[in-house]
């Protein structure tokens, strides 16, 4: 089992754009008995109701959405460049159909609301605080939903509060 040791938020070094957009995250969800994780490449950090907060996008169609809804807390996982093809497994494959701990080697852990892997460097513990669907009618630069949404499998937005950051000792 790999040691962590906990950190402020705020002490978090590395740029979001990097550790979201580049290097990717897993969500994960759900308790020792069942949960998924799912890739995510979209999403951000900041601060939102004088919180510490992620918001996260899942499609509908995504088995780790029915762990979101069902749970209060969710994590979100980073690993860097190391773990690119086991992070692209996981977003291309369904967890109703494949065991990702075991077929991408990663081990889980469990913090007390939430699991994550050993394998990681950063892991972000997060309490939902808010969701809510897209909408088309929302979008201000129609191109975007035009783009992204051709099959209209808007995503769910959730926010989280960073209520704990583990980093990799």
């Not at 550790?19 to 994780?37: C, H, P, V, Y």
């Not at 081990?107 to 609301?113: A, G, H, L, Q, R």
């Not at 605080?129 to 499998?153: G, H, I, M, V």
Request: glycine share 8%; aromatic share 14%.
């Amino acid at each position: 089992m790999s040691k962590f040791k906990e950190i402020n938020p705020t002490e978090i070094t590395q740029s979001p754009f990097e550790m979201i957009g580049k290097d990717w995250l897993l969500l994960s969800a759900g308790n020792k008995e069942s949960f998924n994780t799912m890739t995510v490449s979209w999403g951000g950090v900041g601060v939102l109701w004088n919180k510490n907060v992620v918001f996260t996008f899942i499609r509908p169609q995504r088995y780790t959405l029915g762990f979101v809804e069902k749970e209060d807390y969710f994590t979100l996982s980073g690993f860097g460049k190391d773990f690119r093809k086991e992070l692209a497994f996981c977003g291309a494959k369904s967890g109703r159909d494949v065991d990702k701990a075991k077929e991408t080697g990663l081990t889980p852990n469990f913090d007390e609301n939430a699991p994550y892997f050993d394998e990681a460097k950063i892991v972000l513990v997060c309490k939902k605080l808010y969701k809510q669907n897209f909408a088309p009618e929302c979008f201000t630069d129609e191109s975007l939903d035009n783009a992204n949404y051709a099959a209209k499998d808007y995503h769910k937005m959730f926010i989280g509060e960073i209520v704990k950051v583990l980093v990799k000792e």
